[in-house]
């Protein structure tokens, strides 16, 4: 049971857009920024967002990051089927220096 | 550029031990802190807790506390993770991953590839 709660799949065609939501608490998010992970099938994690949403250099501006309150969501735009994987969202509690990830989200790109 | 190359994928019976490493290359080692995440088949990223490059001090996550160390060897740039009386469900990948830290907030910037251990008699 993950402390962060993502939607075990999301799915949508080639060129549509898609969202995928993560919600957690006043303890992490709510007080937190949060970073967004895509992992490849096979592959290691890469960061696609941080400090909510900023992205690292080499991330296309198809992929955003928002938050709201103790939520956060992540957008992706004119999906591809390269983009099928899967989605963690995660924050950092500086209190505890602690770390923490949703359940992960399956992107299907139909 | 940032490379984090871990050790190869290890076999072990239940009630073993075994150190994976992860070596750092293309930054200053002592700069950034480094965190260990496990992902067992199929299922999702678990953070394992992190160890201070600096000052070698280590926070465990919950769970993780008793059969798992996080050490480090400054000299070569390399950290690791020994887990010792492996159980079953230890079989997992384990990442290493770099603490990128601005002002409040952490993230994980580069990854290792994964080591997977696999615990079986």
């Known amino acids: 049971q993950s402390v962060l709660t993502q939607p075990p799949s999301v799915s949508a065609a080639p060129g549509q857009k898609v969202t995928i939501s993560c919600s957690g608490g006043s303890s992490n998010i709510g007080n937190n920024y949060v970073s967004w992970y895509q992992q490849l099938p096979g592959t290691a994690p890469k960061v696609l967002i941080y400090?909510?949403?900023k992205r690292p250099s080499g991330i296309p501006d198809r992929f955003s990051g928002s938050k709201s309150g103790t939520s956060a969501t992540l957008g992706i735009t004119g999906l591809q089927t390269g983009d099928e994987a899967d989605y963690y969202c995660g924050t950092w509690d500086g209190g505890l220096s602690a770390g923490v990830f949703g359940g992960g989200t399956r992107l299907t790109v139909l | 550029q940032v490379q984090l190359v871990q050790s190869g994928s290890e076999l072990k019976k239940p009630g073993a031990s075994v150190k994976v490493s992860c070596k750092a290359s293309?930054?200053?080692?002592?700069?950034?802190?480094m965190c260990w995440v496990r992902q067992a088949p199929g299922q999702g990223l678990e953070w394992m807790g992190w160890?201070?490059?600096?000052?070698?001090?280590?926070t465990i996550a919950q769970g993780f506390a008793g059969r798992f160390v996080f050490s480090l060897d400054t000299s070569v740039s390399t950290a690791y993770v020994e887990i010792s009386s492996l159980k079953a469900e230890d079989t997992a990948v384990y990442y290493c991953?770099?603490?990128?830290?601005?002002?409040?907030?952490?993230?994980?910037?580069?990854w290792g590839q994964g080591t997977m251990v696999t615990v079986s008699s």
């Open positions: 991953a770099r603490l990128f830290c601005s002002g409040a907030t952490c993230w994980f910037d580069f």
């Open positions: 400090e909510n949403n």
């Open positions: 293309g930054y200053t080692f002592t700069t950034y802190g």
């Open positions: 160890i201070n490059t600096n000052t070698g001090n280590p």
